[in-house]
């Protein structure tokens, strides 16, 4: 949960449940770095290019090599039983098959990511709209009709109204849909839908960073790991 205190953001852990704070949001300056390194190289738009056309290139190492696999051992089906042969060369073949997977999707995702933040490809985001509140007393958040039917699993954000502007309405954002609900009578004032673009940037963006989903996190950090070695058994 982020807020502001005397105008600078801080964050905290809360229940998600009551909405209580349990512990202080402590980021791992060296985890920052590590995400800062690995979207930008520390370098801003220059970076961001760079890891781009590093996603490009992944993805054109990666196709050929599954082309040539597949002619050299006789058909797709033939990758999937044991590789003949020792050495590097050995080593190489069964971590490229290994490999490939996490590799291309990596390598997919990552590209239509740099796409999108270079507004090559559309984000879906929708068109920003002022919506007014009816201006009276907030009544508590468990008395709204906008936000019962709510599910913590399909919930992505919510933000609360400005406490000295009684106009400013609570912004729902779910997997669906950003809703705008007031707070003094719990009515959803609007609500809109998300366009495919947005869709097809959340999954990406979702596949890429393995959030919410701890067995593709265990692939993309093996694949990870076998690239290394693909690479220096490569050279």
Known sequence: ???????????????????????????????????????????????????????????????????????????????????????????HLELGRFAVAGMLLSSVTGLHMSLVGFEILPDGATEDVFVTASGEAPRPLSAMDGLETLSLANLREITLPDPADASDPIIIRTDAAIRFVDAATGQVLREDRYSLAWHVRDIAYRLHTAEGMLWLAILLASSSAGGLVLALTGL
């Open 1 to 91: 949960m982020t807020y502001l205190d005397q105008g600078r953001p801080r964050s905290v852990v809360a229940d998600p449940k009551t909405g209580i704070p349990t512990a202080a949001d402590t980021a791992s300056p060296t985890l920052r770095m590590i995400t800062n390194l690995h979207r930008a190289w520390l370098s801003g738009d220059g970076g961001r290019l760079v890891a781009g056309g590093a996603a490009f290139v992944m993805l054109l190492l990666c196709l050929p090599g599954l082309l040539m696999l597949q002619r050299m051992f006789g058909g797709w089906l033939a990758l999937l039983r044991p590789f003949r042969g020792d050495g590097i060369r050995r080593w």
